[in-house]
């Protein structure tokens, strides 16, 4: 199987990167298309960059001149690429509109051009709305709230509508929050972990009663993975763990996770038009394809802070370009 994996050198990407080249005896290429923004790292790919499968090519999935002739040699495209910040969306959705959006037109016109065999789209449970109560099926209307969340529902629109007027194997996957190794310190675990062993104090928005479900990063992937040979086109996967905290819980794990209190937590405005809660059902990846997480939620948030503690000289550079 040839993958090509866009955003592959970003968080969730690279991790399914590294997966793929060691445990997946049938993957004989994978190329890895990614622009290297703010959140690409070359370090994420570091520990397979010996692996001869893999080719990394610095390009931009908004440019068909580059993106054409990747498509063309892939047999499966898995799409990560993508603006991911929620707040970054709020201070300018443009570049959000830009790659989230127009870059999935690129990719779906050369997937159909070339025929490829399978094409995956990494979604969010974002894309759904906030809700109070329940969870939401993969029928649930999309309700987008922020510039990001709205670029990647229009994303997964254009998705459903290759498939359904052109016939293209598209699948979409829409994953809850992920939390694990090699995540840009802007997003709240990885930045409240680091703040931390700095000796600073964290931003915690509000009261902090926003709900999430936190997976894995391993937990998606294993997900992805099982739609990539499995999943039916046209048809959409929710991938999530069922295990829900307030960012208020969140929080005291990761205080308590470094041996912090909470005289080291700032209350700061909240985010505007932010989400209540996300919740995913997940009974149809279960049935149809057999997923289960394998994560404890403690045990995985631990081995993370472990993680961070232990690699200083990952995230260190990295604190200059955050916001
Ligand atoms: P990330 O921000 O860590 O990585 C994004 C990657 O995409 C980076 O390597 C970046 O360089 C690349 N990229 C950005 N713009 C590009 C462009 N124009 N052309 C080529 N490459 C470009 O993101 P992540 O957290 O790894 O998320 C990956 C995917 O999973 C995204 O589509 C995101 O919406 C989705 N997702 C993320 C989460 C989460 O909790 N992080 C949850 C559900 C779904």
Same mark, same amino acid.
């Given at each position: 199987?040839?993958?090509?994996?866009?955003?592959?050198?970003?968080? +969730?990407?690279?991790?399914?990167?590294?997966?793929?080249?060691?445990?997946?005896?049938?993957?004989?290429?994978? %190329?890895?298309?990614?622009?290297? $923004?703010?959140? =690409?790292?070359?370090?994420?790919?570091?520990?397979?960059?010996?692996?001869?499968?893999?080719?990394? %090519?610095?390009?931009?999935?908004?440019?068909?001149?580059?993106? *054409?002739?990747?498509?063309?040699?892939?047999?499966? #495209?898995?799409?990560?690429?993508?603006?991911?910040? %929620?707040?970054?969306? +709020?201070?300018?959705?443009? =570049?959000?509109?830009? $790659?989230?959006? #127009?870059?999935?037109?690129?990719? /779906?016109?050369?997937?159909?051009?070339?025929?490829?065999?399978?094409?995956?789209?990494?979604?969010?449970?974002?894309? @759904?709305?906030?809700?109070?109560?329940?969870?939401?099926?993969?029928?649930?209307? /999309?309700?987008?709230?922020?510039? @990001?969340?709205?670029?990647?529902?229009?994303?997964?629109?254009?998705?459903?509508?290759?498939?359904?007027?052109?016939?293209?194997?598209?699948?979409?996957?829409?994953?809850?929050?992920?939390? =694990?190794?090699?995540?840009?310190? !802007?997003?709240?675990?990885? /930045?409240?972990?680091?703040?931390? &062993?700095?000796?600073?104090?964290?931003?915690?928005?509000?009261?902090?009663?926003?709900?999430?479900?936190? /997976?894995?990063?391993?937990?998606?992937?294993?997900? +992805?993975?099982?739609?990539?040979?499995?999943?039916?086109?046209? !048809?959409? @996967?929710?991938?999530?763990?069922?295990?829900?905290? $307030?960012?208020?819980?969140?929080?005291?794990? &990761?205080?308590?996770?470094?041996?912090? *209190?909470?005289?080291?937590?700032?209350?700061?405005?909240?985010?505007?038009?932010?989400?209540?809660? @996300?919740?995913?059902?997940?009974?149809?990846?279960?049935?149809?394809? =057999?997923?289960?997480?394998?994560?404890?939620?403690?045990?995985?948030?631990? !081995?993370?802070?472990?993680?961070?503690?232990?690699?200083?000289?990952?995230?260190?550079?990295?604190?200059?370009?955050?916001?």
């Amino acid at each position: 199987m040839r993958l090509l994996v866009t955003g592959g050198a970003g968080f +969730i990407g690279s991790h399914y990167v590294r997966t793929a080249l060691t445990t997946a005896a049938d993957v004989t290429e994978l %190329v890895v298309l990614d622009r290297f $923004t703010y959140a =690409g790292n070359p370090e994420n790919l570091a520990p397979v960059a010996a692996d001869p499968r893999l080719r990394v %090519v610095r390009a931009d999935v908004a440019d068909p001149a580059a993106v *054409d002739p990747l498509v063309a040699a892939a047999d499966v #495209v898995v799409h990560f690429a993508a603006e991911t910040h %929620v707040d970054r969306s +709020i201070e300018g959705a443009a =570049g959000f509109v830009r $790659t989230n959006v #127009v870059g999935t037109q690129v990719l /779906l016109d050369a997937a159909l051009r070339h025929g490829v065999g399978k094409f995956v789209n990494v979604s969010t449970d974002e894309v @759904y709305g906030s809700l109070e109560t329940g969870s939401w099926t993969e029928d649930h209307p /999309l309700e987008p709230n922020s510039p @990001y969340s709205a670029s990647k529902a229009s994303a997964d629109l254009l998705v459903r509508a290759y498939g359904r007027t052109h016939g293209l194997p598209v699948c979409t996957t829409r994953c809850s929050n992920n939390y =694990g190794p090699y995540q840009f310190p !802007e997003k709240v675990v990885p /930045l409240f972990v680091t703040s931390l &062993l700095d000796g600073g104090t964290v931003p915690l928005y509000g009261e902090g009663a926003n709900v999430r479900d936190w /997976l894995h990063v391993d937990d998606h992937c294993r997900g +992805i993975d099982l739609v990539v040979r499995g999943g039916r086109p046209g !048809e959409v @996967y929710n991938i999530g763990g069922g295990t829900e905290l $307030t960012n208020r819980q969140l929080t005291e794990r &990761l205080l308590a996770a470094v041996g912090a *209190d909470w005289s080291r937590v700032r209350h700061v405005p909240d985010r505007p038009g932010h989400d209540l809660r @996300y919740s995913v059902d997940t009974t149809k990846i279960r049935t149809e394809l =057999g997923y289960a997480p394998v994560h404890d939620l403690d045990a995985g948030l631990a !081995e993370t802070v472990e993680w961070y503690r232990t690699h200083e000289h990952w995230w260190r550079p990295l604190l200059a370009t955050r916001p």
